[in-house]
């Protein structure tokens, strides 16, 4: 009666790939909800077209400029260098030279007069930001509520912390004395455990790998997240990811484990079981 009814790890395994399939789901669709909110498509559209004629007046006047102010300008496909000296430089400073003097003829008149017309380096550069912002926003808001209704709102309906997978598959959770869970850990297990640091950390860490500038540490700190994971899970004794240790909960099958509602129906039984124990020596 007082003992863990623990699950098979296929069964759970099982229930987890329902639940992350649903999840990504309902993830996708509360990002086109808040897509459309945000008329990301636009924004996208914007940042795509500053930057597109950038690349024509890229492709159409610098390498008939440059050397006129000294520059060597290379291209090779989308790729391209432009060197001053023998040196690396940069499209920059020879716009900057375009702006100073941009009279010397015909071609770089009408080169200014298509920069003119440009939007400037630091709008382009706002736009993607602005628009990875939303990106950003986007994923983690549709996750967020995606977790939100499938592993707190349902399984408060459901009850003992079952998700879609953890009912098809006959699995729930209670805490390690076996009495029922609560709310309070049930959103611990849910938002910080699951959403916070096993799904948003991440993606986070993804990010500043392509983009913020980590490197190798991030993809580092990933894997170490991932392989903490993993060794709790096996080497546990309830085998307890992160999730559960945040919200002090065991999975269990859902049909064999008998679940005390509170503390005190604890104590109540266990004190009853005891009683009956004594007499039973006394026959």
Known sequence: MFE????????????????IILL????????????????????EQLATQNYTAWEDFRKEYIGKIAPQYGFVYEENGDDY?????????????LIQELESSPDKN?????????????????????????VYTLLFMMTS???????????????????NGQTVGKKVFGICLVRPNCVKITPVALFARTLLGKYAIETMFPVVLIIMFFFGGMGIMALILLAALLILNTILF?????????????AYTVVVDAKLQVIFKSEEEL?????????????????
């Open 267 to 283: 104590v109540e039984k266990k004190t009853l079981k005891h009683k009956e124990e004594v007499e039973n020596s006394k026959n």
């Open 234 to 246: 096996f080497a546990t004794k309830n085998r307890t990811p992160i999730h559960d240790i945040f």
């Open 24 to 43: 990504a789901v309902l993830a996708t669709g509360f990002m086109f909800i808040i897509s459309l909110i945000c008329n990301y498509s636009a924004e």
């Open 81 to 93: 260098v432009i060197k001053k000296g023998g040196e690396v430089s940069s499209l920059d400073e």
């Open 4 to 19: 863990l009814r623990k699950i098979g790890i296929i069964k759970r395994i099982s229930a987890q790939f329902l639940d």
């Open 141 to 159: 808001v549709g996750i967020f509520l995606s977790y939100l209704v499938l592993e707190f709102i349902l399984p408060l309906i459901f009850k």
């Open 106 to 130: 015909s071609e770089t008149k009408a080169a200014y007069e298509a920069y003119k017309v440009l939007p400037s380096v630091a709008e382009v550069n706002g736009q993607y930001r602005y």
